[in-house]
Structure formats: C-alpha cells, structure tokens
Nanobody
Framework: QVQLVESGGGLVQAGGSLRISCAAS????????TAWFRQAPGKEREFVSA????????YYTDSVKGRFTISRDNSKDTVYLEMTSLKSEDTAVYYC?????????????????????WGQGTQVTVSS
C-alpha cells in the first residue's frame, strides 16, 4: 500500500504561481512512477504531468508545457508540481498518483489505468 497526500493548493490570481506537493508513505515510493492528474468542474479527469521513479524523464500535457514543472525528492518521498503563469483554465482538483514503472507505463502514462494509488486531491483555483 502507498498512501498519497497532496497539499499546497489554494486560490491564486491569473499569472501567478503555486507549488503543490504529494507526500507518500507506505511501500517504497522511490521506485514508482508518479503523475499528476486534474479534474475541473463538469469535466473528466485529465493527465497533467508525470515523472519517472528516478526523476530523469518528465512528461507534460501540451497545455501546461513551459509553465509547469514536475520534480521529485525521493529522500523525502515527495513529488512536486511547480505551476507558473497560471490561467483560469488551470482551475481544478489536482490528484497525485503512482504506479509501477513497467515498459508499458512509458506507452500509457497519460491514462489512468497504469496507476495503482491515488491521493484525495488538492483544489487549485485561479481567479481571472
């Protein structure tokens, strides 16, 4: 079992920045690929960003490229999402998730099914 707890969400003005965190406990988190998904009101949950277990590779959805940065500190069992130049369309509940970094993960990391554990989410609201 891996428990994931997100934090750092809040209200920010458009153009501002925010860093959200995902703290893990339980099984060896450092060997799990980790991702952020988000769900806006009335919309399906969507992929935002992912990082390999060693932090070497990062992946982003097109709408956040150049604005968001994912990173991890395995010594602290924590993954971060640094969000800059925030837009109103970034308003959503942000979820942290982790899954086994199998060869298939590299093909399907944008989908939800490669991931086994999910946090409860943290609300990010961007006011225009």
């Amino acid at each position: 079992q891996v428990q994931l707890v997100e934090s750092g969400g809040g209200l920010v003005q458009a153009g501002g920045s925010l860093r959200i965190s995902c703290a893990a406990s339980g099984r060896t988190f450092s060997r799990w690929a980790t991702a952020w998904f988000r769900q806006a009101p009335g919309k399906e949950r969507e992929f935002v960003s992912a990082v390999t277990w060693n932090g070497v590779r990062q992946y982003y959805t097109d709408s956040v490229k150049g604005r968001f940065t994912i990173s991890r500190d395995n010594s602290k069992d924590t993954v971060y999402l640094e969000m800059t130049s925030l837009k109103s369309e970034d308003t959503a509940v942000y979820y942290c998730t982790c899954g086994r970094e199998t060869p298939d993960w590299f093909s399907y990391y944008r989908r939800e099914d490669p991931y086994e554990y999910w946090g409860q989410g943290t609300q990010v609201t961007v006011s225009s």
